[in-house]
């Protein structure tokens, strides 16, 4: 190893908050290092961001290091994950590690959504596989998590060995493999661990996580009790849990249908791979309704609140071949992702206007998190024993309390590292040694872009007050010639004297030209200036607020 060579981490995403997760290791001297990309995921809009699609990571950074960027590796195919590849890899244009499943709805999605994202080549790679890229050696490490094919990277390198954890948890008797492989990571701990990059999901939570065989076993009793149809919405990338469902429906003696398209698609990539095999045949929606209501069970999207996904539908009765009746009950096997409450119970609401009974992992075990409690982590500390531990995956709260239970466990190195900044992590001082251009970027329908290109801050403000767009025609004279046109959106109808706004508001573009000398008035901008000061004046009198006004002069 030269002398200046150094290993760092520079994660892009995922560490201050949860979602859009993208880690970048590199090695070599500052000027020449070689990175590979771990990760590359999305997080979700909230209603700050109206009529954003998705928040990717910003990337700039690799502008200038592309030719130096010698592989991406996917963890697995949660959204946080690997959501922003198809959008972001085209401007990278390097090989992408994944596994099977993970290739496999990366298809089904392009497919579904072929006008938007072009197609990434990904290379199979799997638990128990090693690539070779520049300098690193990248071996994938079985783990346990709510979704097919999860695994952590031991990624070697000249200056030591680093263990990605990715998400995980501990679970000896999941309803979908693999297990964490304890074995493996004990033998990589002997052979020497410089960092571990661990997961901080649940690092406020003691104990350890209950098992998927508990959360199975509530589901089952919960279907073969009802009396009515029975609704479960989870993830629809818990493959393990759609397939326990779908067990124990049909151990009661009940057909399943699956409602939302991304369920579908998570569904028939693993039925493509074989993680399927053996579960009855689902039905169609113009079955569901000449089947008895205790003999189906529905298992379907929305868990999040989303607005147009299958069970927001529902509790709006929006639905034209299913519906809900009083005495059916719908599961949230699934648990909040914060910001999402309102949207959650706005849902729940309708369903229980419906008579419908609605049952959450407060009043039963129906869910289980896929990431590792206190008692988890510490032994992945026992098992791999890395001299340095980098909580990531979290919130501020979540790595901070991760920060403090490594310390408490005995780790003497648990640097903070937020977004954007560069770790060393050898030779020399652990320490952050700079900071790397870092953000977010917005995918608006068929367009990419930042906060102002996408025009996301002039979007809300018309969110909050309106537009008026007025039209003024002078006459050789510069005298008004005809009525102004006037078009107000998103205004009051009437102000505060119960006159109409438009009226209102076309008497001071009228006022704000008459008000003009004749002989100034050759100056156009000026008076386009003035018709747009006076509209938003005139709101602002009758009204409190001030619209975005767009004001036209033309002479003719």
């Known amino acids: 190893m030269a002398k200046q060579d150094e290993l760092v981490f520079l994660p892009l995403g995922g560490v201050g ?28 809009p909230g209603p700050d961001l109206p009529g954003v699609d998705l928040v990717l990571p910003d990337i700039r950074f690799l502008a200038n290091e592309r030719k130096n960027l010698k592989a991406i590796i996917i963890t697995h195919a949660h959204e946080d994950h690997y959501g922003a590849l198809a959008d972001l890899w085209p401007g990278l244009n390097v090989p992408v590690f994944a ?16 006008a938007t994202i072009g197609e990434v080549p990904v290379t199979p790679f799997k638990a128990g596989d090693t690539i070779n890229v520049g300098p690193f050696s990248i071996e994938g490490v079985a783990v346990n998590h709510s979704i097919p094919e999860p695994m952590s990277l031991m990624i070697r390198t000249p200056a030591g060995n680093v263990i990605h954890t990715g998400d ?13 492989d304890e074995t493996r990571f004990r033998q990589l701990g002997d052979e020497g661990v410089l960092a571990l990059m661990c997961d901080s999901t649940n690092a406020l939570r003691d104990g350890v996580s209950p098992s998927e065989k508990d959360v199975s076993e509530s589901l089952r009793k919960i279907i073969e009790d009802a009396e009515g149809r029975v609704a479960i919405t989870t993830f629809s990338s818990n493959v393990g849990r ?45 079955e569901y309704g000449y089947i008895p209501r205790d003999k189906v069970v529905v298992i379907l999207t929305g868990s999040q609140g989303e607005a147009r996904a299958a069970l927001a539908k529902l509790s709006r009765d929006e639905m034209r071949n299913v519906a809900f009746a009083a005495g059916d009950i719908v599961v949230f096997s699934s648990r909040a992702i914060p910001g999402n409450e309102k949207a959650i119970q706005d849902i729940k609401n309708g369903l229980v206007e419906q008579g419908v009974h609605i049952i959450t992992d407060t009043e039963a075990l129906v869910h289980v998190s896929g990431h590792p409690r206190r008692n988890e982590l510490q032994r992945m500390y026992e098992w791999t024993r890395p001299k340095i531990v980098v909580p990531v995956h979290g919130e501020a709260t979540h790595l901070t309390a991760h920060k403090e239970l490594a310390e408490q466990s005995g780790i003497a190195i648990v640097p903070r590292v937020r977004n954007g900044d560069i770790l060393r992590l050898a030779p020399g001082p652990v320490e952050v040694i700079g900071e790397a251009p870092h953000g977010r970027i917005y995918k608006d ?45 998103g205004l009051p109808v009437y102000d505060d004297e119960g006159e109409e706004m438009e009226d209102t508001l076309y008497d001071a573009a009228i006022s704000a030209i008459e008000s003009i000398p004749r002989a100034r008035r050759k100056d156009i901008d000026m008076l386009q200036e003035a018709v747009r000061r006076a509209i938003r004046a005139a709101a602002n009198h009758a009204w409190g607020k001030k619209p975005v006004v767009t004001a036209f002069v033309t002479k003719v």
């Open 17 to 44: 908050e949860i979602g859009m997760n993208l880690a970048l290791y590199g090695y070599g001297p500052p000027e020449h290092r070689q990175w590979i990309m771990v990760d590359c995921g999305v997080t979700f």
């Open 99 to 114: 596994s099977a499943f993970t290739s496999g709805l990366l298809e089904a999605k392009r497919n579904f959504e072929k």
């Open 168 to 180: 995980w948890k501990i679970d000896h008797e999941p309803s979908l493999g693999p297990l964490t």
């Open 242 to 286: 759609i397939r326990t469902v779908a067990e124990a429906a049909e151990a009661a003696g009940r057909e399943v249908l699956l409602l939302g398209s991304s369920l579908k698609r998570v569904v028939d990539v693993a039925s493509d791979i074989g993680l399927m095999e053996g579960v009855k045949p689902f039905i169609s929606e113009e």
């Open 445 to 489: 329908g068929l367009l990419i872009g930042d906060f102002d290109e996408m025009g996301i801050g002039e979007r809300k403000k018309l969110s909050y007050v309106g537009h008026v767009a007025v039209n003024v025609v002078l006459d050789a004279r510069y005298d008004i010639l005809g009525d102004p046109d006037l078009v107000s959106i």
